[in-house]
């Protein structure tokens, strides 16, 4: 990257300050953007980091504080002002029509007049320009509904640049997408750095920062505490600097004597909602006091299987035995009923299904369990038993800020998980199935996730979880069990799956071990 320290900066943020009620979002922050550059801002979930790229965008208004660009004062009090000083920001959830192609989305509040036909035709060439520029080929027309997750983000991007943005802010930009879809994210970062262009980059994931930034700025509670050039740091100083305190070790996994198969599925068979097969025969049996780790690149059949197993999506086929039991086909097969059988699920999208954002966070800390007679007094919920319950699950779980009145949307996506994952583990259940334990959670917020899914199996729960994060799944597993196009291709004890075979696996390139043998090994071996 050519020295550009002569010039000013593309950024410069003075002192800026943000209070929403009694929480001090940001204080005083100082923050030197320079051109031409990708530029890592990290830090814990609720440590100010969107608070502050989004004053930079012109959603919020600081407190007090001063933003220059290119080394002159200026007054960014909306998104068009933002936009006027070529500001972009691609949110962490895409702010796109899902009705609309491509195109529509891109013109979308730049049409270039009445005459819409004029405008889309330059519109469509422009678009075309700079797919072309930056390797970012999208189909125009499509319907960006039926879009995958990585093409979508494209045309995010696609749109800020159709707009004129000199300086790109990506929030989270990696949490939604594989691992393929993120090494193309990142080429296309770099080719914007190439042209000049600034980026600066909101993450918790640390390797990432390491990959692709310049230069790094770590947040905690609300301040800016360093600055980095990215080459001279390392991540152990990073997430040391995040929390203000020295990481743990890696989580260990002591022995735990095996109990009875708790949860066995045979031969499942689910489909998606317009009918498409997505879950083909999937086998396994799960006992007390193991984790099996599902891996596989996103949408091939994960999601349908947590769906069935959690009660949320009826099978078209097999069974589901809960304790011996059969759930499925003939048997009581609902989240309630489930839940009253003592099994626990923390859902893969907690903003669709693990909470309402619009309630407090103490009517989402009993989600599904609100009939329990504990939170009842007359027949009516108890909202003083309810929040002082709250409070004290938010205390043992980390969750940041304590406060059980505050609206489930307003806490950062770590806290919202850690308050999930602190509801499900608190029922003390005999089954805990979880998807996508840390998606778009910071490091101590993963450190104390897979804590608590690790104390879990020393209790004797029988845990299953699906991720997208091989090492998310090689960290907290017993066994591993891969899914390919809703079919499982290996199934291998955590000691056997060095990222090469796994990888094979989720790709259906490599044969594995087959469906059940480890499961009956490990029986074998316990009886």
Same mark, same amino acid.
């Given at each position: 990257?050519?020295?550009?320290?002569?010039?000013?900066?593309?950024?410069?943020?003075?002192?800026?300050?943000?209070?929403?009620?009694?929480?001090?979002?940001?204080?005083?922050?100082?923050?030197?953007?320079?051109?031409?550059?990708?530029?890592?801002?990290? $830090?814990?979930?609720?440590?100010?980091? &969107?608070?502050?790229?989004?004053?930079?965008?012109?959603?919020?208004?600081?407190?007090?504080?001063?933003?220059?660009?290119?080394?002159?004062?200026?007054?960014?009090?909306?998104?068009?002002?933002?936009?006027?000083?070529?500001?972009?920001?691609?949110?962490?959830?895409?702010?796109?029509?899902?009705?609309? %192609?491509?195109?529509?989305?891109?013109?979308?509040?730049?049409? $270039? $007049?009445?005459?819409?036909?004029?405008?889309?035709?330059?519109?469509?060439?422009?678009?075309?320009?700079?797919?072309?520029?930056?390797?970012?080929?999208?189909?125009?027309?499509?319907?960006?509904?039926?879009?995958?997750?990585?093409?979508?983000?494209?045309?995010?991007?696609?749109?800020?640049?159709?707009?004129?943005?000199?300086?790109?802010?990506?929030?989270?930009? =990696?949490?939604?997408?594989?691992?393929?879809?993120?090494?193309?994210?990142?080429?296309?970062?770099?080719?914007?750095?190439?042209?000049?262009? =600034?980026?600066?980059?909101?993450?918790?994931?640390?390797?990432?920062?390491?990959?692709?930034?310049?230069?790094?700025?770590?947040?905690?509670?609300?301040?800016?505490?360093?600055?980095?050039?990215?080459?001279?740091? &390392?991540?152990?100083?990073?997430?040391?600097?995040?929390?203000?305190?020295?990481?743990?070790?890696?989580? %260990?996994?002591?022995?735990?004597?095996?109990?009875?198969?708790?949860?066995?599925?045979?031969?499942?068979?689910?489909?998606?909602?317009?009918?498409?097969?997505?879950?083909?025969?999937?086998?396994? *049996?799960?006992?007390?006091?193991?984790?099996?780790?599902?891996?596989?690149? *996103?949408?091939?059949?994960? &999601?349908?299987?947590?769906?069935?197993?959690?009660?949320?999506?009826?099978?078209?086929?097999?069974?589901? @035995?809960?304790?011996?039991? %059969?759930?499925?086909?003939?048997?009581?097969?609902?989240?309630?009923?489930?839940?009253?059988?003592?099994?626990?699920?923390?859902?893969?999208?907690?903003?669709?299904? $693990?909470?309402?954002?619009?309630?407090?966070?103490?009517?989402?800390?009993?989600?599904?369990?609100?009939?329990?007679?504990?939170?009842?007094?007359?027949?009516?919920?108890?909202?003083?038993?309810?929040?002082?319950?709250?409070?004290?699950?938010?205390?043992?779980?980390?969750?940041?800020?304590?406060?059980?009145?505050?609206?489930? @949307?307003?806490?950062?996506?770590?806290?919202?998980?850690?308050?999930?994952?602190?509801?499900?583990?608190?029922?003390?259940?005999?089954?805990?199935?979880?998807?996508?334990?840390?998606?778009?959670?910071?490091?101590?917020?993963?450190?104390?996730?897979?804590?608590?899914?690790?104390?879990?199996?020393?209790?004797?729960?029988?845990?299953?979880?699906?991720?997208?994060?091989?090492?998310?799944?090689?960290?907290?597993?017993?066994?591993?069990?891969?899914?390919?196009?809703?079919?499982?291709?290996?199934?291998?004890?955590?000691?056997?799956?060095?990222?090469?075979?796994?990888?094979?696996?989720?790709?259906?390139?490599?044969?594995?071990?087959?469906?059940?043998?480890?499961?009956?090994?490990?029986?074998?071996?316990?009886?």
């Amino acid at each position: 990257m050519p020295e550009l320290s002569a010039a000013p900066p593309a950024i410069e943020l003075r002192a800026i300050s943000k209070r929403f009620g009694t929480v001090q979002a940001n204080h005083a922050v100082d923050l030197v953007v320079r051109r031409g550059e990708i530029h890592g801002i990290v $830090g814990e979930n609720g440590a100010g980091k &969107s608070t502050l790229m989004s004053i930079l965008n012109g959603f919020y208004t600081a407190d007090s504080g001063e933003i220059l660009r290119d080394g002159k004062v200026v007054r960014i009090a909306s998104s068009a002002d933002a936009i006027r000083q070529g500001i972009e920001m691609v949110h962490q959830h895409f702010m796109l029509v899902d009705r609309f %192609t491509v195109l529509e989305n891109v013109m979308l509040g730049a049409e $270039g $007049g009445a005459l819409l036909r004029r405008g889309a035709a330059k519109a469509r060439a422009e678009l075309r320009r700079l797919a072309a520029e930056y390797g970012m080929a999208v189909d125009p027309d499509a319907v960006v509904g039926e879009l995958p997750v990585g093409a979508q983000q494209r045309v995010e991007i696609l749109k800020a640049l159709y707009r004129g943005a000199e300086v790109l802010i990506l929030d989270e930009p =990696t949490g939604v997408l594989t691992p393929q879809e993120a090494d193309d994210l990142f080429r296309v970062l770099r080719a914007l750095r190439a042209q000049g262009r =600034t980026v600066l980059l909101i993450t918790h994931k640390l390797r990432e920062i390491m990959a692709i930034t310049d230069r790094v700025s770590v947040m905690r509670a609300g301040e800016m505490v360093a600055h980095r050039v990215t080459r001279e740091t &390392s991540p152990e100083e990073l997430g040391e600097l995040m929390i203000g305190r020295r990481l743990r070790r890696e989580n %260990t996994k002591p022995a735990v004597a095996l109990g009875p198969v708790l949860l066995e599925v045979e031969d499942l068979r689910v489909r998606d909602n317009t009918g498409v097969e997505r879950v083909k025969g999937v086998s396994f *049996a799960l006992r007390g006091g193991e984790i099996l780790g599902v891996a596989g690149v *996103a949408g091939n059949g994960q &999601s349908e299987l947590l769906e069935a197993l959690a009660g949320m999506r009826a099978p078209s086929g097999g069974r589901i @035995s809960l304790r011996g039991e %059969t759930v499925f086909p003939g048997g009581r097969h609902d989240p309630a009923s489930l839940r009253a059988q003592r099994l626990a699920h923390v859902p893969e999208d907690r903003l669709r299904s $693990g909470l309402v954002r619009g309630f407090p966070a103490m009517d989402s800390a009993i989600l599904g369990y609100q009939d329990d007679p504990r939170y009842r007094r007359g027949g009516l919920l108890d909202g003083r038993r309810i929040e002082a319950e709250a409070a004290r699950l938010m205390r043992e779980h980390d969750v940041r800020p304590p406060i059980p009145t505050l609206r489930s @949307s307003l806490f950062s996506g770590g806290n919202q998980q850690k308050l999930i994952v602190g509801r499900e583990v608190e029922r003390a259940p005999e089954v805990l199935i979880v998807g996508q334990p840390t998606r778009g959670v910071d490091i101590g917020g993963i450190d104390t996730i897979h804590a608590r899914l690790l104390a879990a199996r020393a209790a004797g729960v029988a845990v299953l979880v699906v991720s997208v994060e091989l090492d998310e799944i090689t960290r907290l597993s017993d066994r591993i069990l891969v899914m390919f196009d809703g079919t499982v291709t290996g199934e291998l004890p955590v000691a056997e799956a060095d990222e090469r075979r796994l990888g094979l696996l989720m790709a259906g390139a490599e044969a594995g071990v087959p469906p059940g043998a480890v499961a009956g090994n490990a029986m074998a071996g316990a009886g």
